[in-house]
Nanobody, 125 residues
Framework: QERLVESGGGLVQAGGSLRLSCTAS????????MGWFRQAPGKEREFVAA????????YYADSVKGRFTISRDNAKSTVYLQMNSLKPEDTASYYC??????????????????WGQGTQVTVSS
């Protein structure tokens, strides 16, 4: 499995922006698709966005479409989540994970592995 480390979370006012980063430890990072999830207290883990190994394809949860952008830099073994127009309901711990082979297009947490430790995002109203 891959070791993933998220960063970039913090406290921001509604309407503000944050950029999350997820850095992988292995050089094989560029060979697999990646995703972002979030989990608020008392709620289930929720899919946010995913990106193909090359970065040419992406898909998003309806709740973040038009506000969040996922991207990656394979030379830096890093995937990003640019979050704009943040809302209080975006408050959660955000996690990156690797999509298991042959599971492109999935939004189910069970189809992802190598989860990072998470980074907290808090949006104040």
């Amino acid at each position: 499995q891959e070791r993933l480390v998220e960063s970039g979370g913090g406290l921001v006012q509604a309407g503000g922006s944050l950029r999350l980063s997820c850095t992988a430890s292995r050089r094989t990072f560029s060979t697999y698709a990646m995703g972002w999830f979030r989990q608020a207290p008392g709620k289930e883990r929720e899919f946010v966005a995913a990106i193909s190994w090359s970065g040419s394809s992406t898909y998003y949860a309806d709740s973040v479409k038009g506000r969040f952008t996922i991207s990656r830099d394979n030379a830096k073994s890093t995937v990003y989540l640019q979050m704009n127009s943040l809302k209080p309901e975006d408050t959660a711990s955000y996690y990156c994970a690797r999509i298991m082979p042959a599971h492109w297009g999935t939004k189910a947490p069970n189809d992802y592995d190598s989860w990072g430790q998470g980074t907290q995002v808090t949006v104040s109203s």
